[in-house]
C-alpha cells in the first residue's frame, strides 16, 4: 500500500526541540522530492521545508529557516524535521507529503506539534 | 514573497456548480494545483497542473488558469464536496511552495 506516517509529535516548552519522522511505502522513495507541509489549528496550509530525491538540496519556508533542519536516510525510507528554538506559533499539524515535482500527491495523516509552557 | 488569494467561504445549492477563485500576480504563467480537505482529514490533490485530475477525482472537478485568475470549478454539486478547498504553486523566483488562504464550500 502506498502511504506516509508521520510520528515524533508532541508537547514541547517554548525553545525546546522536536524530531519529526515520516516513513515511506509502496513507491521508491528515493525518486521523489519529499516535503513538509504544516496547518495551525483553525488556519490554512504552510509549506515549511522540502528535500530533494538524494538529500542534495533542501529548502525552507522563511519562517522557519535556520531553526528547522529537513534530511532524509533512503536506506530506511524515512524523512525527518528536526525542529529547534520551536516557539508557540510553530503550534500545528505536520504533514509530510511526496512531491510530485510541483505539487503533493501523496499525504500522510499528520503528527500534532503543540509548544506550550 | 507570491501570495495567493482565495475568497473565505463559497456557497452553492446541491446539484449546481461551485466557482473557487484563487488570485496571484501573472498566475497564469505557473502551474496551479488543488486540494480538497474534510474536517480532521489530510488534504487531497484534486487538480494539478491546472486541469488535470488524478485517478479516482470525478469529472465534476475541473480547473482552469489564466491571466491573474485560477479557477476550480465543482459541477453538479453534492453534500460530500462540503470541504476547505486550497491552491498551490512553486513560485520558483524563491524556490517555495506557496498556497492559497483557502475556501470553505458549504452546500446549503
Known amino acids: 500500500e502506498v502511504q506516509l506516517v508521520e510520528s515524533g509529535g508532541g508537547l514541547v516548552q517554548p525553545g525546546g526541540s522536536l524530531r519529526l519522522s515520516c516513513v515511506a511505502s509502496g513507491f521508491t522513495f528515493s525518486r521523489y522530492v519529499m516535503s513538509w507541509v504544516r496547518q495551525a489549528p483553525g488556519k490554512g496550509l504552510e509549506w515549511v521545508s522540502g528535500?530533494?530525491?538524494?538529500?542534495?538540496?533542501?529548502y525552507y519556508a522563511d519562517s522557519v529557516k535556520g531553526r528547522f533542519t529537513i534530511s532524509r536516510d533512503n536506506s530506511k525510507n524515512t524523512l525527518y524535521l528536526q525542529m529547534n528554538s520551536l516557539r508557540a506559533e510553530d503550534t500545528a499539524v505536520y504533514y509530510c507529503?511526496?512531491?510530485?515535482?510541483?505539487?503533493?500527491?501523496?499525504w500522510g495523516r499528520g503528527t500534532l506539534v503543540t509548544v506550550s509552557s | 514573497s507570491y501570495v495567493l488569494t482565495q475568497p473565505p467561504s463559497v456557497s452553492v445549492a446541491p446539484g449546481k456548480t461551485a466557482r473557487i477563485t484563487c488570485g496571484g500576480n501573472n498566475i497564469g504563467s505557473k502551474s496551479v494545483h488543488w486540494y480538497q480537505q474534510k474536517p480532521g482529514q489530510a488534504p487531497v490533490l484534486v487538480i494539478y497542473?491546472?486541469?488535470d485530475r488524478p485517478s479516482g477525482i470525478p469529472e465534476r472537478f475541473s480547473g482552469s488558469n489564466s491571466g491573474n485568475t485560477a479557477i476550480l470549478s465543482i459541477s453538479r454539486v453534492e453534500a460530500g464536496d462540503e470541504a476547505d478547498y486550497y491552491c498551490q504553486v512553486w513560485d520558483s523566483s524563491s524556490d517555495h511552495h506557496v498556497f492559497g488562504t483557502g475556501t470553505k464550500v458549504t452546500v446549503l
Open positions: 507529503a511526496n512531491d510530485g515535482g510541483w505539487y503533493f500527491e501523496l
Open positions: 497542473y491546472d486541469s
Open positions: 528535500i530533494s530525491g538524494s538529500g542534495g538540496s533542501t
